[in-house]
């Protein structure tokens, strides 16, 4: 329904089902998302929010390295995530706490990652979300893979690649899209655009009217979503999770939505935005929109927030005294994960790394007797 118009004309009409003010349009909503549903995910996104501020105190105090907010996108992560099978692969870059999370990596692997433990990228068994990517764009050429092989395999599974806006200019979003278009994978793109590539506006990133409408030179669809609006979000996204299991390929979902805090804790979004843009954009906040929208239906009120939130304030504690805890990973850990027979030049290194560290402890060792 929503994907077909976007087959083959330029459209830059937007997908919306919640309005800002909390309206629904009722002939737009999916039948599975129930009122009881849509609070459940909800309590998803509060408890993404709450855990997103925490990790970013957790780095302003120093027991956690560079971190990437997710306030302001979790609608379109939690909403576009409900969409998927378990089996399915999420493809993520950098600002995905809230996806990652929902598909099934616990959310202290997720803090060890930024505090820098190597067990923070070892997802638990059979859970299929890939590793962040900090280069830009390079992970969506490997959510084509995926999707690619599992295609080739006869694997009921698709690949969920989600990326930023500033993706879009990289050639591996070129590479990515192309490969998928021509080999018609089972693969979905979701470009969060939240308007800023780092620094970048994306008004002076690209020519195009919209991101979506680039899918339609590799041959698929494309398709512009209010990204704050979890509706909508789940609705494109099981669209286009249904025809990639069918077959018919890949579809590229535009999320048009906004980051609220810095491009990361090491940015300072305040000298390249105004703080008056930020406020222009506080009433499309997706979790103020579903507090309307579920205030109408009895579902909540700033009693039933606030008895929510000390609930999960339980919680995030115990996750964060649980992420600090964890053993500083061994250097046969850092080496090994990655391979099943380490090459040479790493077995080198490891070797190497491993005769410093042992040098090291002995020196302390000796400083320390000869101090005693």
Not at 93 to 105: D, I, K
Request: hydrophobic share 40%.
């Amino acid at each position: 329904m929503f994907l077909e118009k976007y087959t083959d004309i330029l459209n830059t009409d937007m997908v919306q089902i919640l309005t800002p003010e909390g309206e629904l349009n009722e002939a737009l909503r999916p039948k599975e998302l129930t009122d009881e549903i849509v609070f459940e995910l909800y309590k998803k996104m509060v408890f993404c929010r709450m855990c997103s501020d925490r990790a970013l105190k957790m780095q302003r105090s120093g027991r956690m390295g560079t971190f990437t907010s997710v306030e302001g996108q979790e609608a379109l992560q939690i909403g576009s995530e409900f969409a998927l099978k378990k089996q399915d692969w999420i493809v993520p870059a950098f600002r995905e706490l809230a996806v990652a999370w929902a598909h099934g990596v616990p959310m202290e692997s997720i803090y060890q990652y930024w505090i820098g433990n190597e067990w923070g990228s070892h997802p638990p068994a059979g859970v299929h979300v890939l590793p962040v990517s900090i280069p830009v764009g390079s992970q969506m050429i490997h959510g084509v893979g995926l999707s690619w092989a599992a295609k080739l395999q006869g694997k009921d599974e698709i690949a969920v690649n989600y990326f930023g806006d500033g993706a879009s200019s990289e050639g591996d979003f070129h590479e990515a899209m192309n490969f998928a278009g021509v080999f018609k994978t089972p693969t979905i793109f979701i470009c969060q655009n939240n308007q800023y590539a780092i620094s970048t506006s994306r008004n002076i990133q690209t020519a195009s009217k919209t991101i979506a409408q680039k899918a339609l030179g590799y041959g698929f669809p494309g398709v512009l979503v209010d990204g704050n609006d979890l509706f909508a979000m789940y609705a494109v996204t099981k669209e286009a999770e249904q025809r990639a299991r069918k077959g018919e390929g890949a579809t590229l979902i535009e999320a048009y939505t906004y980051r609220f805090g810095d491009h990361s804790s090491s940015d300072d979004a305040l000298k390249y935005r105004t703080k008056e843009e930020v406020e222009t954009w506080r009433p499309r906040d997706p979790m103020k929109r579903l507090q309307l929208y579920l205030g109408k239906k009895g579902l909540w009120s700033e009693k039933i927030e606030e008895e929510l939130r000390a609930k999960f304030q339980v919680e995030v504690d115990a996750i964060t005294e649980k992420a600090v805890a964890m053993p500083v990973q061994t250097i046969d850990e850092i080496f090994d994960y990655t391979y099943a027979e380490l090459p040479p030049a790493l077995a080198e290194q490891k070797a190497y790394l491993k005769d410093i560290m042992m040098k090291k402890a002995a020196a302390a060792a000796q400083k320390g007797g000869a101090n005693a």
